[in-house]
């Protein structure tokens, strides 16, 4: 890990301060406090919201229980389309965390496809209460339409959204920076894209504590 640090592999320059911010919002209790199916369901917007987004089996909720450091606070799964609603958590008061249900689900019927991802596209669109997408991306697998779909939804509504490379631990390094150079790059088209991307594992820890100091940063 430690070389990973010294590579630049993971993101760098976060000062301690900024680590030891994340710590704290991560070190208050995490909590379910809404499930919603359908887009008139929502909860009323209130504090800040930063949504998980991504591919089914991207690794999303996993992600989520590492940065909260719980293991099963939501539910994953290794068949894609686990998660089937927009799961709402908060974070100590501070800061709403939102697990989304995967696009892309290969095997849903084409109704329930058209459904997710229609309530999906409208609540990034809409929601005036979010303040970042974490757009997550297997650094194991090419990027596929539907990601390239997103970026381009999230450019028009205007929502920032950051890459977030998963499965870190599936790579060797040399491979790794290859992966974040040519999505370093891609990002640098979307206009809604904030420049940096944040590289993790959820199974190895890997870039976890740097992700809380950015979320973090997001809430001051
Ligand atoms: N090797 C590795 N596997 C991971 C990692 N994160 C998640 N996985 C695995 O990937 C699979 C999917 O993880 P989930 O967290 O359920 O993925 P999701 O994006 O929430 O999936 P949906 O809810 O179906 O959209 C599970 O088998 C996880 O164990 C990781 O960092 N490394
Ligand atoms: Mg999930």
Redesign the pocket.
């Known amino acids: 890990m430690d070389d990973l640090i010294k590579d630049g592999l993971i993101q760098d320059g976060l000062t301690d301060a900024a680590l030891e911010a994340g710590r704290k919002l991560f070190a208050a209790e995490c909590r379910f406090f809404y499930g919603a199916q359908k887009l008139d369901q929502l909860p009323p917007p209130a504090g800040p919201e930063v949504a998980f987004a ?10 989520l ?2 940065l909260t450091g719980r293991r099963a606070l ?11 609603q927009l799961n709402f958590f908060d974070l100590g008061g501070r800061l709403t965390l939102v ?4 696009y892309g ?1 290969a095997r849903a019927s084409k109704q329930i496809k058209a459904d997710w991802q229609g309530m999906m596209f409208d609540y990034l669109r809409g929601r005036t209460t979010l303040i970042r997408v974490m757009l ?1 991306l297997d650094s194991r697998i090419e990027m596929k339409p539907a990601d390239h779909a997103v970026m381009k939804l999230l450019d028009r509504a205007a929502v920032t959204f950051q890459v977030v490379l ?5 790579l060797k390094p040399p491979a790794l920076a290859r992966k974040q150079d040519e999505v370093r790059q891609l990002v640098r088209a979307h206009p809604a894209a904030f420049p940096e991307i944040a590289t ?5 820890g890997l870039g976890i504590e740097e992700l809380r100091a950015v979320l973090a940063g997001l809430v001051g």
């Open positions: 991504g591919r089914s089996n991207v690794g999303k909720s996993s992600l229980n590492a939501a539910r994953t799964s290794s068949e894609p389309g686990r998660t089937r697990d989304m249900p995967g689900y997550l998963t499965k870190a631990d599936g993790t594992s959820a199974e190895t």
